[in-house]
């Protein structure tokens, strides 16, 4: 009898048990949350990678696999939407120490376990967001993946990602030390069109830009990128087919990167209710990453429900408050690798402790990102999507930490969890 190589990797070396190759699959859950609502009694029937029928008394193939999960929601495969795979938790290792002192080697290793963990929580794909001085070793990820050499969830990747001379970290050395930056430095119309295209041609999804950095005089947060350096790079992504995403948490940073064309912001924890209303008129995407926030305020000795939120933490949620308030599309994504990869739900925790409803949640984390991010065929429960689907104990839409019990994963049709 053949076994696959995925088969092999996955038993022998990942402890991954994976009990088919893509067949012929009837799921009976308790519900279903299709991607934008929940339906009671419904059934699935899964073709090799492909659903081909949603509904209720479904008629079923011979040779038919059925699978019960009694107590069980169904969902889309969830979409995560701001991650680095190369990166993990700051209070382990500093970013610094990252950058500076781990091997690629260990990076990579790493990321291969970060990959397994974040596939096995229910998150079928991701949108990485740079390597943070790692080169383009996010695309060799993705493409071990696609081979099937490891498992793990479907990739967009953002590759070394751009900031502006003198911007980025690490820093603090003195003035005849280079050391390896966190992302590539290009400014001016020759750098950066060059930079994009290059990171284009080695493979980059989408191209991200720091529209604002820690680089001012007191060492606070400060424009980066002129707009016109900002409508530059989006104007050659998008002669690509490509979007670009602005990190920016100043109002003026958002501004810039808005009034550019950018298709999302990650972070924005400055942002105005002007700025939103901005955001929502230009169709601009919000990626809020509470949890990245709260996760670096408790390294930094913040003993939460003990002690006052700090400033931080408070503004992260008037602008939360205030994107809601301006119907801003939101992107579920938590910044993951600066808290454990395979924790990712605690974002969506979060959105729903700072006023998102629970089923908006859910929408943000499959059918919204799946359209925001251009991924066919994904996102939603429906005849014809690809088999991204999983499973979790409980009724998400009403209590959102139903998500950590995830006790069903398919990829492509394929069963990971079960």
């Known amino acids: 009898m053949k076994v696959s190589l ?39 029937l899964i073709q090799k990678e492909k659903i081909i029928a949603v509904g209720e008394n479904l008629k079923i193939p011979q040779n038919t696999e059925i699978i ?109 030390v280079t050391v390896v930056q966190g992302a590539e430095e290009a400014d001016g119309i020759d750098n950066l069109s060059k930079a994009v295209r290059t990171q284009i041609g080695k493979g980059a999804d989408v191209i991200k830009v720091y529209a604002d950095y820690r680089w001012g005089l007191f060492k606070d ?53 002007e700025i939103f209303q901005l955001m929502k008129e230009k169709d601009v995407c919000f990626c809020p990453t509470l949890a990245a926030g709260d996760a670096t305020s408790q390294y930094k000795g913040w003993k939460k429900g003990q002690e006052p939120e700090p400033e931080r933490i408070q503004l992260k949620r008037k602008s939360f408050k205030e994107a809601l308030a301006a119907g801003v599309k939101i992107c579920m994504g938590g910044d993951v690798g600066v808290f454990p990869h395979g924790e990712n739900a605690r974002e969506m925790e979060m959105m729903v402790e700072y006023g998102m409803k629970p089923i908006n949640v859910l929408q943000s984390s499959t059918s919204v990102n799946a359209a925001v991010f251009k991924l066919k065929d994904l996102g939603n429960i429906k005849t014809g999507y690809l088999a991204d689907i999983i499973a979790v104990q409980g009724e998400p839409e009403k209590q959102i930490s139903s998500l950590k019990n995830v006790i069903f994963v398919m990829k492509n049709g394929i069963i990971y969890k079960k």
Request: charge should be negative; charged fraction near 20%.
């Open 68 to 176: 019960n999960l009694p107590n069980a929601t169904l969902l889309p495969g969830l979409i995560e939407g701001h991650s680095h795979l190369l990166l993990h938790p700051y209070n382990e290792t500093t970013w610094d120490d990252q950058v500076l002192k781990e091997s690629r080697a260990e990076r990579i290793v790493r990321a291969t376990i970060h990959a397994k963990n974040t596939l096995m929580a229910g998150f079928t794909t991701i949108r990485d967001l740079g390597t943070e001085g790692a080169d383009y070793d996010d695309i060799g990820l993705k493409q071990s993946i696609e081979k099937g050499i490891i498992p793990g969830p479907r990739m967009l990747v953002a590759g070394r990602a751009l900031v502006v001379t003198g911007s980025y970290g690490p820093k603090g050395f003195q003035s005849d």
């Open 221 to 273: 947060a400060q424009p980066t990128f002129l707009e016109s350096e900002l409508k530059l790079v989006v104007d050659i992504a998008k002669s690509s087919g490509r979007d670009v995403v602005a990190h920016a948490s100043t109002a003026e940073g958002m501004r810039r990167a808005i009034m550019a064309g950018v298709k999302t912001i990650e972070h924005g924890d400055g942002a105005t209710a």
């Open 6 to 44: 995925l088969k092999l990797c996955l038993l022998f070396f990942f402890n991954v048990p994976i009990f088919a190759q893509q067949g012929i699959y009837l799921l009976k859950p308790a519900r279903i949350f299709d991607g934008e609502n929940i339906h009671e009694n419904w059934q699935v």
